[in-house]
Every structure is written in structure tokens, then in C-alpha cells.
């Protein structure tokens, strides 16, 4: 079912115990081999409780961290609740407190950086932007130093180094997929990527020998960070996909 984009893996234990789901008519039970060719159908129940589950777009705070608390920062959900829910938002939602339940985030921001983060209580999301398969991509935009330079970085950087960011760089053992890398302006780059390794961006730099002075995502797949204020939330609305 997971595979199939129907829902996470554990919905699919939920509705599994809960009767809700059927393998060629027969109620399915959790471990059950199923063949290619099977008909799973899924109880509107369902479908109808899955339909309510909704995502957050974020605009993440530096100090805070993604998931859970560490070290006394606080986790990004605590950002989530009426008081900092974007006046500008377009969507009709209300907020009630029921959509904190099973709250996750669909990808790490590091408490160092900013910009666009995801939370949701659905699964098809959090599966389509951190399964393994996932081919959504990533734009961040990187302010970098090189030792004591500051100003116009760009003049300092040889090509070499711009081209091994983009594809030749290997972390934790494991070669990275290729990137896009080009400068925005003098002191910073526009990065884009299709994998999201822990603190990844900041390692890729530090191997050529750049610091990140400062790191922002301003996209992920089709959805953008826009005119989002920073601490302030919205909705993902109902046309928009990743």
C-alpha cells in the first residue's frame, strides 16, 4: 500500500487493524503476501480520516530544531498554533488543536539554518519528500566565506572547487548525487539537491574549503517559501504538490 502511494506504512498497520482494508475481498491481516496482480481496496472511513490530516508549511527560525527537543532548543511544532498562523494565508482552514496530533516534519532543517519546513500528519507527503525513492529537490540559498575573504567570494573561489560541489564529492563514504551549484551573488551560492544527508550542504562546502555563514531553503519540489514571515505558518493548499 506504502508503495502504491496510498499512505505511509503505518497507516497502513492502523487501518490493517482496524478492518479497513480488504486483499481481493478478503479482510487483510498485517504480514499478509500479497501478488502484484491482487485488488486492495481501502475502507472510505479511511479515506475520509486521511483526507483530514493536513501539512504545514513553516518559515523555521533559526535556534530551533526540527524534530525533537535537544539540548534546550525547542522543535519547530511548537512554532505551530494560532497566534502565528500567516494573516495572508489563502487557505480556508482553521486551526484546531487535533492537527497537532502525530505531527511530524517531512525533512531536517538544522538549528543553524532557516527558511522552509514541512510538518504533517500525512504519510503520502512525509513518504514523497523523505522515502527513499524520493526524487523531489531542494533549493537553498548558501552565504559562504573562504578563510579571512568575506567580500566578493566568487573572485576567490577557483572553478575547480564549484565543479567538485557539483558533482564529485562523496560523504560518509557514499558519492553524492550531482547538484546544482552556481553563484547567486558574490557571497552566495544557490544550491539544489535531490538528497538531504545530515548537515549536508555545510559538509559539501567545508570540502572545498568554505564556510557557511549562513544557509536558507527556499524551496522544495513546487512549493515555495514565497512571502512567508519568519516564525509564521500556513497551509498546504489543496492544488498545491510537491
Not at 478478503?26 to 491482487?38: D, H, I, K, W
Not at 522552509?116 to 526524487?135: H, K, M, P, Y
Request: glycine share 10%; with cysteine; proline share 6%.
Amino acid at each position: 500500500m506504502a508503495e502504491l502511494g496510498m499512505c505511509s506504512r503505518r497507516e497502513a498497520d492502523e487501518w490493517i487493524e482496524r478492518g479497513w482494508v480488504r486483499v481481493d475481498g478478503e479482510l487483510a491481516r498485517t504480514g499478509m503476501q500479497v501478488a502484484p496482480e491482487s485488488r486492495i481496496t481501502v475502507d472510505k472511513r479511511a479515506q475520509g480520516e486521511q483526507a483530514q490530516r493536513v501539512t504545514f508549511v513553516l518559515h523555521k527560525p533559526m535556534g530551533y530544531v526540527s524534530a525533537q527537543a535537544e539540548d534546550g532548543h525547542p522543535p519547530a511544532v511548537t512554532l505551530i498554533g494560532p497566534r502565528t498562523h500567516w494573516r495572508d494565508d489563502p487557505s480556508r482552514q482553521r486551526f484546531e488543536p487535533a492537527q497537532l496530533r502525530g505531527l511530524a516534519p517531512a525533512g531536517r532543517l538544522d538549528i543553524d539554518s532557516v527558511g522552509l519546513l514541512v510538518l504533517t500528519q500525512d504519510g503520502r507527503v512525509a513518504r514523497q519528500l523523505i522515502g527513499e525513492d524520493s526524487e523531489v529537490d531542494k533549493e537553498y540559498l548558501v552565504r559562504v566565506r573562504l578563510g579571512s575573504v568575506v567580500q566578493d567570494v566568487r573572485a576567490a573561489v577557483p572553478p575547480a572547487a564549484l565543479q567538485r560541489l557539483r558533482h564529485g564529492l562523496s560523504l560518509d563514504g557514499q558519492p553524492l548525487k550531482p547538484a546544482v551549484v552556481e553563484w547567486e551573488n558574490p557571497e552566495q551560492l544557490r544550491f539544489v539537491l535531490r538528497e538531504g544527508k545530515k548537515r549536508q550542504i555545510r559538509r559539501m562546502c567545508e570540502a572545498v574549503g568554505l564556510q557557511v555563514t549562513g544557509l536558507k531553503r527556499i524551496r522544495i519540489g513546487r512549493v515555495a517559501l514565497g512571502h512567508l514571515p519568519v516564525g509564521q505558518w500556513r497551509y498546504l493548499g489543496g492544488h498545491e504538490r510537491f
